[in-house]
C-alpha cells in the first residue's frame, strides 16, 4: 500500500496487522515516489493487490500548484494503475467528494457526472480516469469525505484543541457533508479488497463515507457533546467568514448503493461512528483531549 504515513494509512496499516492479512508491504511518501514510474513498477510487482492511499490533499495549495497536484493525484495513480495492469494486480484507489460540483439536493449515487469545481477536484479526477481506462475489469475507486481520525490535521482534533483556548468558536453551517473515521474506512477498504480478491466484489466505484449527514457547525457541537464539553460554544456562520482561495462544494454527501453489488452493508451513521471514535480511552479520544479551557478567551 502507498501513503503508509498518512492518517488512513496508518490506521490501514493497524487494521491489515489486526487481521493477520498475508505479506503486507506498507510504503510511506518517503519511501516510494508514485510519479517515478519505474519505482511503481518495481514496487508493485510481485504483489496481488495495492491500496492507494497518498496523494496530493493540499486543497488550497492546489490552485496555485495544479500541474503539481496532477502529477501526484493524476499521473502517480495512472503510474500505479499501469503497474497492476502489468503485474495483474487489482487497485483500491481512493478518491474524493470534490469531483462533484456540490450543488446537488440530494446524495450523489456513484455513477453521478463529475464536475469539480477546483483544481484539487480536477487532479483526483484525472486519477479516477486513469483507473478506469486501465483497470477496467479490476480497478476500484473508493470516494471518501471529511475525514477525521487519530494521526493527523483534522477538523475534528482542532475544535478539540481550539477548546483549551478559546470560550466560542465560530464555524460554518452552511457546507454539508458525512464525517467519516479514517479508522472505519480503513476496515471498510479491507473488507473490500478481501471480497474483489474473492470475486463477491465486482471493480467499479464505491463511496466510502459514513451514512447520513451534518453540517461543520453540526459536527462541532456533537463533538462537544461527545467529549463533555457545551455545545452552546460552537456559533453558526456563513462561509464568507472564512474565505479560503480553492471553492468548496456546498453539498457533499453520497450515495451507498453500490456496496450491495459486493454483498457489504454502508458505513455507519456519522454520530454513532462518532462517538466510537471519541469512546473513553480510545486512540482518537487521546489524541484530542483537550485542556480546560481559558475562560472568557475568544
Known amino acids: 500500500m502507498t501513503g503508509a504515513g498518512g492518517m488512513l494509512g496508518r490506521d490501514l496499516v493497524a487494521v491489515l496487522a489486526d487481521r493477520h492479512a498475508g505479506r503486507v508491504t506498507a510504503a510511506t511518501r518517503a519511501q516510494l515516489d508514485v510519479t517515478d514510474r519505474a519505482a511503481v513498477r518495481a514496487a508493485v510487482t510481485g504483489h496481488q493487490l495495492v491500496v492507494n492511499a497518498a496523494g496530493w490533499t493540499d486543497v488550497d495549495g492546489a490552485e496555485q500548484g495544479e ?25 483500491l484507489h481512493v478518491s474524493t467528494d470534490y469531483v462533484f460540483a456540490g450543488d446537488a439536493d440530494r446524495p450523489y449515487p456513484e455513477d453521478a457526472p463529475t464536475a469539480p469545481v477546483n483544481a484539487y477536484g480536477r487532479s483526483k479526477l484525472a486519477g479516477e480516469l486513469a483507473v478506469r481506462r486501465l483497470l477496467p475489469e479490476t480497478g476500484y475507486l473508493v470516494r471518501t469525505a471529511w475525514l477525521y481520525g487519530a494521526h493527523g490535521p483534522n477538523f475534528v482534533t482542532t475544535m478539540l484543541r481550539l477548546a483549551a483556548r478559546r470560550q466560542h468558536l465560530d464555524v460554518v453551517d452552511d457546507q454539508i457533508g458525512q464525517p467519516t473515521w479514517s479508522y472505519a474506512l480503513a476496515e471498510r477498504l479491507a ?34 457533546a461527545r467529549t463533555g464539553l457545551d455545545p452552546d460554544r460552537i456559533r453558526p456562520v456563513g462561509s464568507d467568514r472564512f474565505p479560503r482561495p480553492a471553492r468548496r462544494p456546498g453539498y457533499s454527501v453520497l450515495g451507498h448503493g453500490g456496496w450491495s453489488r459486493a454483498g457489504l452493508p454502508p458505513l455507519a451513521e456519522w454520530r454513532s461512528m462518532l462517538a466510537e471514535a471519541l469512546h473513553p480511552g480510545g486512540a482518537l479520544r487521546a489524541a484530542t483531549r483537550p485542556a480546560e479551557p481559558v475562560p472568557g478567551h475568544r
Open 67 to 91: 500541474a503539481a497536484a496532477t502529477e501526484v493525484n493524476g499521473t502517480g495513480v495512472a503510474n500505479l494503475a499501469a503497474a497492476c495492469a502489468g503485474a495483474g494486480a487489482r487497485l
Open 191 to 224: 473488507d473490500l479488497g478481501a471480497a474483489g480478491w474473492r470475486g463477491t466484489a465486482p471493480a467499479g466505484t464505491y463511496h466510502g463515507t459514513a451514512t447520513g449527514q451534518t453540517s461543520w457547525y453540526g459536527l462541532a457541537r456533537e463533538v462537544f
